[in-house]
């Protein structure tokens, strides 16, 4: 098969392997019909992180099952389906409590068993895979759309649900690439917020937070971007969510929280250095999150996309075929692509 395989920073090709085989009787064997590249992609691929030359790329698909060993129950042959970027035995104490990116027999699609390719090997299909309807399947709009379940919308999900957002509230939303994005859309069409406040500095992409639903949209770059924040939410808001993952965006989301506040952390936190510890205990200021458990909420994700309630699709502003995926990376890398598709 064809998968992306990784050999250094900026350096990405597409090659030839060997099919994924069963190893396990609960594992499936996926043909991925969807995939999609993800910004915290960018940290190996600008070199921040270092991954083994020769490891496969990518954590986000939805396919059709091709083969599923003995032991599987809940999905077949032929079936669509979508794939959180985190495999997960469904049965362990943490997949019961609905955190299964702590699984303990878990992990992470990529490595040697990258999505940015023809096939995959699922471990745990019972406990990962989730059946997608007709609604989906045969929509070709909405296949495309459902590659952002996986991950994006997910941990935007997350982010707004770890960060205490209900109906009628008001939330701040900082960053604007993608998982911010889908934050801000599952605050406003999922939730119910009232006031979305969305934080960024790319003018595109805070307009594409007020298609979504955002009420205000602020420039992170300007200097009284924090004042400004707490002037429109009377004091500093409730509910906010730092969805980069750098050392200003995580100030900034404790700067701007209400006392008493809760912030939700969903940004990989690579280039986070020190916790203002101070100005938490302050201000009374929870601080909470982690690597979204997207499986937990892939059944209502995926019913709110089949129903039309959620359309994450705009996320996409570039879509390529499995031979472009280096393209792809560059091109988000370079910020003229938001987040890019890949139909294999």
């Not at 064809?2 to 085989?21: C, F, M, N, Q, W």
């Not at 309807?133 to 994006?152: E, F, G, T, W, Y």
């Amino acid at each position: 098969m064809k998968a992306t395989v990784y050999h250094g920073a900026r350096d990405l090709r597409i090659e030839s392997v060997p099919d994924p085989t069963m190893i396990e009787p609960t594992d499936a064997i996926v043909r991925v019909t969807r995939a999609a590249i993800c910004g915290s992609d960018l940290w190996f691929y600008r070199g921040v992180t270092q991954l083994e030359p020769g490891a496969r790329t990518g954590h986000e698909f939805v396919g059709v099952v091709e083969a599923t060993g003995p032991d599987v129950r809940t999905v077949r042959t032929g079936d669509a389906v979508i794939a959180p970027f985190a495999y997960s035995d469904g049965t362990c104490e943490f997949c019961r409590a609905g955190l299964q990116t702590a699984c303990v027999h878990g992990g992470f699609f990529g490595g040697e068993n990258g999505a940015q390719a023809e096939l995959v090997r699922v471990p745990f299909a019972d406990g990962t895979l989730v059946k997608m309807p007709d609604a989906i399947a045969n929509d070709p709009a909405k296949l495309d759309a459902s590659a952002a379940l996986c991950d994006v919308v997910g941990t935007g999900y997350f982010g707004a649900v770890a960060a205490e957002t209900g109906p009628g509230s008001t939330v701040v939303v900082v960053g604007d690439g993608a998982v911010g994005l889908c934050a801000v859309l599952s605050a406003a069409k999922l939730l119910r917020a009232e006031t979305i406040v969305a934080v960024g500095h790319n003018a595109k992409r805070l307009a594409m937070a007020t298609r979504f639903g955002a009420t205000h949209t602020l420039n992170s770059h300007d200097a009284d971007t924090a004042e400004r924040v707490v002037e429109l939410t009377h004091g500093g808001s409730p509910h906010v969510v730092e969805a980069v993952g750098n050392q200003e965006s995580l100030e900034l989301a404790l700067n701007v929280a209400r006392p008493g506040g809760t912030v939700s952390f969903v940004g990989v936190p690579h280039n986070v250095t020190a916790v203002p510890i101070a100005t938490m205990f302050e201000h009374h200021v929870t601080l909470r999150g982690g690597p979204a458990p997207v499986r937990a909420y892939l059944p209502e994700l995926i019913a709110a996309l089949a129903d039309g309630r959620i359309d994450p699709s705009p996320v996409f502003d570039r879509a390529v075929p499995l031979a472009e995926v280096p393209e792809g990376y560059a091109a988000m890398d370079e910020r003229r692509a938001i987040k890019v598709l890949v139909r294999p």
